[in-house]
């Protein structure tokens, strides 16, 4: 009891600003701007001098080694952290003019790390989304292209998953995580390696639906394969918290640097992979 009593009496440390009642019932676009943008975690600098526009609606992919601070970078969007005032603005305003509850209702967030609970797929498909139907929870499994795998379950949206999610696979667990990102029909979709667990032709699959899914929609997506991320509107290749080249496909291709190293690395092991 002093253990649960301790976590229900735990003070946030993310909590609304006293201005944010005001924009309860903002209309958000997704226009996502980070600027000058600089965070540290206990007193080390993790980003630094981050400068991004995401116009509503575009796509932006992140690439860049492991601890290169691609994860921090989408965290502070939903204030999952807090970043320095002024520094990261959605729709031009401050993320800490927003109340929580609507910041984060506009957002769709798949993390790397995958929690399913020990219930049926449906109620993990729908967590968060109280009142969905049947027909949306359907609709966000087609676009997460899990629908087909869930069908084939014998008892189907009723299949439990066990804790954690114990009785899917790791690509099926991804997908049922994007699903519950989808239905909640979000402004801003955040993919953190979300297709990591799948083969290159499940993701291909995957990303053919979701194109269609994220039209209107910002999308951020963070991944180590290039096929992933070769159809974003814009590319940024994050190193040591730095941004060290952006631009799109094409673009980072002729100036040979990093991401044109990683594309040649990639081509050189999906060759190996057909030998």
Known sequence: MARIDEILTAKPDIVDSPQAAQLANAEVRGDLEFRHLNFAYNGT??????????????SLAIVGPT???????????????????????LDGRQLDDYPLDTLRRNIG???????????TVRENIAFGVEDATDAQVSAAAEGASIAKD??????RYQTMVGERGITLSGGQKQRSAIARALIRNPKILVLDDALSSVDTYTEERILNHLREVMKGRTTIFISHRVSTVRAADQIAVLHDGRIVEIGTHDDLLEKDG?????????LLEEELETV
């Open 67 to 89: 601890g290169s601070g691609k994860t921090t970078l989408v965290n502070l969007i939903p204030r999952i952290y807090d970043a320095p005032g002024g520094s990261v603005l």
């Open 258 to 266: 990093y991401y044109a190293d990683l594309y040649n690395k990639q």
């Open 150 to 155: 869930i069908e084939s379950f014998p008892e």
């Open 45 to 58: 600098l993790v980003l630094h001098d981050i400068n991004l526009c995401v116009p509503a609606g575009t």
């Open 109 to 119: 967030f798949v993390p790397q790390e995958t929690f399913l609970f020990s219930d």
